[in-house]
């Protein structure tokens, strides 16, 4: 299968850069002190319902639930790189680098399940050699996790793995 057909096959998804402020659609009252509300960067069809992520660098950021006349369910405090729906669920990459170095670099995968009619819930499954800095579906289904420490392969089964790029010899000219 094509990555354009894997990627037909994800639910449907809004997205755009956290430097554009979020989309004006969807927003969520931030647990940051004085903020008030905030728009989110990505927003993906999830259950019956919406799963809304934000990243507002240093000032925290969240993953939201919200479902149509309902209040919304605020699941986990987490800077939010993109989500993706996996086999087993909803999986969030995360992000946070304070300032420029590395060392304070951090970043993991939260999944978000449901059961039932319940709300969803969030838990951290993994921890990110650094910040998720991109990350997209690949062909066999896997989602690969590009961080400043390494890139990273969440597999179909929900184990993850490092990987290291081939060198093909060939050099730009």
Known sequence: MSREDLNKKQPPKFIVSPNVGGMGRFKYESKFPGMGDVHPHV?????DGWLLGGDQGEFGGAIVYEQHDRPQ??????NVEDIFEMPFGFVATTSYSHLVGQKDSIGSL???TRHGNEDPVAEKIHDLPAAASSSWLLENGSLLINTANGSVLLNLDGSLHSIQCASTGQTDA
Do not use: E, G, K, Y
């Open 73 to 78: 369910s605020f699941l986990a405090n987490a």
């Open 43 to 47: 927003a993906i069809v999830a259950f």
């Open 110 to 112: 939260i999944l978000i």
